[in-house]
């Protein structure tokens, strides 16, 4: 009796060994990259980008045209199965798929996966993917970063300006001239907005026209860091790195947004690089 009681005893102190063990395990996290995603497809409705190959926080979801995460989501490295589903409630138009692909994604490193382009049969440009690597420098004191993703399925190649006041008038020469539909152009240094009344612009136009203007959209101002709370990206923060990417209207009749504000061309803001 003495020695099964013994027995019962070690095989309970035993476990609790285990259990405190268990208690201080610390999970090892995994190789990291990090992602914007963006719905810029302007004629269906809200779509799901979903890792399908493991188990993963990362994702978008519930994503009307023009959405995306502003801020880059940590996704884990190595090859990636993304699909991008129809976003609904209903199970037989929530399981269809809008693009499968596997992405081969390198620890540390930051990336942007727009879709893009029509869903309709026969309109062109067609739907496609966009993945962009994203590796912006440090634009240097007193200066910002940005550059410019022509997204805008419909508006052709564009010309792009950047403007301080609404009054200010374009150049003959743009700052970037020709966009091409579904490129990105290089990283350009812009100084900060020194001044409250300074609040930058990226403008759009039609390629090699200064009228009419397709977009004037502001960039977003930020917000200086204090000693307690960290900056926010903007046109007002030195060190920031933006990617403005142009987007067209919502197809009329479409199941994307038709309020006022998607009747018109604008540029969605991501931000690649905090100050």
Not at 25 to 32: G, K, N, S, V, Y
Not at 118 to 124: H, P, V
Not at 204 to 211: H, L, P, S, V
Request: a neutral charge; one cysteine or more.
């Amino acid at each position: 009796m003495t020695a099964l009681r013994f027995c019962a005893l070690s095989g309970v102190v035993i476990l609790g060994i285990g259990c405190s063990k268990e208690k201080t395990f610390t999970e090892p996290l995994p190789p990291l990259a990090a992602i914007h995603f963006l719905n810029a497809v302007p004629d269906t409705m809200q779509l799901d980008f979903r890792v399908v190959d493991i188990v993963s926080n990362a994702g978008f979801f519930d994503a009307n045209f023009r959405d995306g995460n502003m801020f880059y989501t940590g996704i884990e490295a190595g090859s990636r199965e993304i699909r991008v589903f129809l976003s609904s409630t209903n199970p037989s138009i929530a399981s269809q798929v809008m693009w499968d692909s596997t992405l081969n994604l390198t620890a540390a490193t930051n990336y942007t996966l727009i879709q893009t382009g029509f869903a309709r049969t026969g309109q062109a440009p067609a739907r496609a993917a966009l993945l962009l690597t994203d590796n912006p420098a440090a634009p240097g004191a007193g200066n910002i970063g940005l550059r410019v993703v022509n997204a805008g399925a419909g508006l052709g190649n564009v010309d792009v300006n950047v403007t301080r006041h609404a009054t200010d008038t374009l150049p003959d020469t743009p700052l970037l001239s020709g966009v091409v539909y579904g490129t990105t152009s290089v990283y350009l240094t812009l100084p900060v907005d020194a001044a409250a009344a300074d609040s930058s612009r990226v403008v759009i136009t039609a390629a090699g026209t200064k009228a009419p203007v397709l977009a004037t959209v502001k960039l977003p101002a930020g917000l200086a860091g204090t000693a307690t709370t960290d900056p926010i990206a903007g046109a007002r923060v030195a060190g920031s790195v933006l990617s403005a990417v142009v987007v067209p209207r919502s197809v009329a009749g479409s199941l994307a947004p038709q309020t006022a504000p998607f009747l018109v061309p604008t540029a969605v803001f991501l931000v690649d690089r905090r100050p």
